[in-house]
């Protein structure tokens, strides 16, 4: 019953088999490979578009990276505050960034409203050069809560970014999660809704270490390869990266893992709902949270069950919590079993 | 006939299968899992010293979050002039160590003599604050030149760093080569000859991509997790990292991986030599360097060889090149096999 | 009536005095010199304590340069959200310190209370490495609404702040209109209630350009010469940073020039209260906030008042304003006369 | 005897009147003032050309400030290796830089050759992303040797670096004495012969500490702006540097003051000449060096003289020293007396 983490999972099947199938011989390194420039066409075709393309190990390198791209030194990077880019990156925008500042919004279920964006946004202007001036939108998609932005949210969005000089940064850590959850897609998510730059997850989704800096005006990547290169996220054995890749968007492989993880997120909510445990924000990727009495977290733990305790300024209005109750957090991945879901939800019931 | 780099290869077979058998059920993300620790351990046994490691995806990352960490933005890191982190990492040392500042040494067989560091050094005292202050001194064991540092001269060098303050880095990324080389233990080229902190190579080796910034003394490395994690080099799914290094290091696995490429470089070297193309400098790791006329350059190349072109101003007084002569670079690996280099001799005596 | 800002007024005619006295004769740059040894003791003095000071030309070099002298690139700086150094010093601080994070907290009339910080700060702590660490508090004296915080609350902030691992900077831009409103020493104000660091501002109290680092700590400041002269603020002429400060200090000069500061705030806080336009804010330095309608606004204005309109969101629970209002700053100097103040307040009465 | 620098000297009596004569009334601060806006004007006026300004108060501001802004993070910015960014600011064009890189350059007389430009840059291509990219050529005129560049030479300069994608700095600390040796005027020797941005000095040549940034495309100063100011390089009473300025300009007072320097220097340099002791290097600027016994050197500063030994790898292959010999430097200044000079001259007779 490990539901702590997408990433205390192994890797997918299908990438690890391309790994071990793509070791022989030699290959040019730092993405001369043939492997790597398969991969570039792919992701062009997915997205409908010709895109620049840049593979790194980590999410937290492929948001940064990105970020620092689109956003001056003194560029103010707004987001909601509960981003990961906020809480879980130890600086590592404002450090690739050369001292950006990340502005951090409020919204419920870790979501940006294009009210919240536009009022905010309104606050950094005509103080020049006093005050960093509005640089980036960033969202996460899906959120840290599990919940997707739709076409038209993103639309409004990026309207609001691009008409005040803003650039618009999707971290797509779990795109997949997202994207198979809409009747929308790839491109339709992205660039024609306005997002400029994407960090294209496929660690959590099943590979071993493998993300994607997308680039949707080939233009704006200008220079990125030195960038990438002195943070050390070039890497030289660069085949391996493309060959997770390959692997992971070769038949489809990305969206049936993405959707088993999702299944296995409603199947839990459901579950859980059931035994009058409702999730505390609509479940629409691969994250589950609900309120639990803190011993019954405890008695779960005891039992087996992984998992962790979060803590949010972003609930639903009518949720309360008591002092003996925690937000626990429930993420389903590729390598979840229908097995560990029901029992976990016959323990949960019991608690 | 790859003699293109050791990069070029693919993953040693004992490390892929690591990753194979490795793969099964869940762990802790970001190191927090038994077989980081077990590798923590193992190369505390190895360096017969409780030290601190950590471990990150490539060379370049390596290198430059040791160097920031040794160094404060306003200290000078000597090191030779053509050592890879002054011209192969696109300035990652600088901003990684927020704008420190690399002094290129001369030195014959792109090493450091202990007078050059000491006379340079001596250049930079007593002009605080318009100068920047001695901060590190870094070589490259093996060198660039495939050259290699026994004890005594790292003693010598590193008795000077530290009477003027500064700390030592050895770049390790051909470590293993350097080491199999010298009747002496991975502690007395280290620690016990003076070096600070380690950058530990296994992706040339044959990992994937996995080295390791080890530090001697574990205070030194206090929040080196911060730097790392800031720069997003900690993986999430970090046992994979170290499932590459406890392969590498198992069974003396990485010590045979050296062997055998030096071997196979000494082998070419011979085979150069008694062809009348003896390399311009002594063959003490994997790499081996000849002058050819570019017409030979050309009809190597055209053979099939793969190796680069290269220039250097650490040539012996004795080696002299005409307009017509190129310096190429032949480096050897775990995977190159001797029929390669019977190949490549037999069609270099031939051109 | 200009009330616009202390920094639009010129020199103080004793500190010009001293520029135009000090001006003969040849003087070692960078500091090498006797008028700065001179003040580095009158400093000294005036704190009862053995200090190293810095003087620099500007407050936010002054409030930047300390921030990165006590925060490492992954600390966090907690301050008031409406804080100076957050809001108007385009992320110097983030430059400075290689990308630091500053944290705002919110509090009535520009301050932070003891029991904000403390909760602030719980949230930073066990999530390491992913999460920036507390490194320092900084908090403005007097605040941006010309509030001050009395010696017992500095001591319970920095108590908390200590108790952290973290370091407590005061912006003191207006250092003396806060001094000379309370019964206490500068002493007990600063490193006697746990101030490790002070942004000591001569320059909005009649100075040219003249800020002082002073580092309760001497041995905190090691290497702060270096952080100055690679951010371009050691002066080479700096005995004239020096000769301000002289006379800045001189005779008690600069107690007397901010009494008149805030005599002048009192008494225009008075006619405006009586004028049935109270401070929105207790008045304890040189600064006056009043709600206004916009028309009187535009009234006061297109009379010759100059004043900046001003957004907070630090407002006492009890003031409100409609849509229709403004809150206006009105700051004094020692230059603002008697005179100036009450025809403000006429004309304030009226319109 | 005082030949140490030109930064021990005080202000010259024009700019310091200027700055009693402009200290009445209120002004808005930030440089949103009148004498900032005539500043500008006549500074395009001088330059006949519609120019972006921005004053700050050092020299290590100005160049630090104007290189980053040319330069990205990745970029290499090639001087000469004696060259005062290089030497003595403290890594400043590292820090504002973001981690660029300095190439240093050798030369005779502090001055690099059209031919050693061409040479090392052609190192610093098709090696992209692993080594940094050429992005700026900075000279200094005067150059530290007190050796000035023509107009013929900087075009031949300027033209390898602008064939390069370089952009070309002028650091002019000693702008105004390189100026007035030669027959041209100041649009020949910037942006006539290809000088994208100059650092226009003031300090040296009079001012309390003024130096001009001047851009000479408009549209490559945007968002200088805002490097300026979270470089805490904005002076809040900002008006004073621009009556600096405007005083220095005004009535050819900076050509007046420069010339007395330069001819202060000429009659150092003709007596010691006919004393024995000719300059190193030609005397074309404010700068004179000359070879001396040691003791000689002990002497003179024992009978009063203040001067620096100093050490340069770029004397012309003619100049040599014995071990008993110092190079000294003697720099002249506005503030130079004829009687000093002469005093200086019949004591290096003897001695």
């Not at 850590?173 to 992205?190: D, H, K």
Request: aromatic share 8%.
């Amino acid at each position: 019953m490990n539901f702590a983490s997408d990433n205390t999972t192994g890797i997918a099947p299908e990438i690890l088999q391309a790994l071990v199938a793509g070791n022989d011989g030699f290959a040019l390194g730092y993405g001369n490979d043939d492997v790597t420039r398969a991969v570039e066409r792919r992701i062009g075709e997915i997205f409908e578009r010709d895109v620049a393309i840049f593979l790194v190990p980590t999410g937290t390198a492929s948001n940064a990276l990105a970020l620092a791209h689109v956003s001056p030194p003194w560029g103010a990077v707004f987001a909601h505050a509960e981003a990961h880019i906020l809480t879980d990156e130890c600086g590592a925008p404002e450090f690739f960034g050369a001292g950006l500042k990340l502005v951090g919004l409020p919204g419920v279920g870790c979501k940006v409203t294009p009210q919240t964006l536009a009022e905010t946004v309104s606050h950094y202007e005509g103080h020049s050069p006093h005050q960093v001036i509005p640089s980036a939108f960033s969202f996460a998609q899906a959120s840290e809560a599990g919940t997707i932005y739709r076409p038209d949210e993103i639309t409004a969005l990026a309207a609001i970014a691009h008409a005040h000089g803003m650039k618009v940064h999707m971290d797509g850590a779990r795109f997949a999660n997202a994207l198979v959850r809409m009747n929308a897609s790839p491109a339709e998510i992205t660039w024609k809704a306005g997002v400029d730059v994407l960090s294209f997850g496929a660690t959590k989704a099943g590979a071993l270490a493998a993300e994607a800096v997308v680039f949707f005006d080939r233009a704006a990547a200008a220079h990125m390869a030195e960038r990438r290169k002195r943070a050390g996220h070039l890497l030289s054995k660069h085949r391996f990266l493309s060959l997770q890749f390959e692997a992971f968007l070769n038949n489809d492989c990305w969206l049936r893992l993405a959707r088993h993880a999702n299944v296995m997120a409603d199947r839990l909510a459901a579950g859980l709902a059931a035994a009058g445990r409702p999730p505390v924000w609509p479940v629409e990727a691969n994250l589950v949270f609900i309120a639990l009495p803190k011993l019954a977290v405890a008695k779960l733990k005891s039992a087996g069950a992984q998992f962790y305790v979060r803590a949010s300024d972003s609930l639903p209005g009518q949720v309360k919590f008591g002092p003996d109750q925690s937000l626990i957090r429930l993420v389903t991945s590729f390598a979840t079993r229908p097995e560990e879901v029901e029992k976990f939800v016959e323990l949960a019931a019991k608690v």
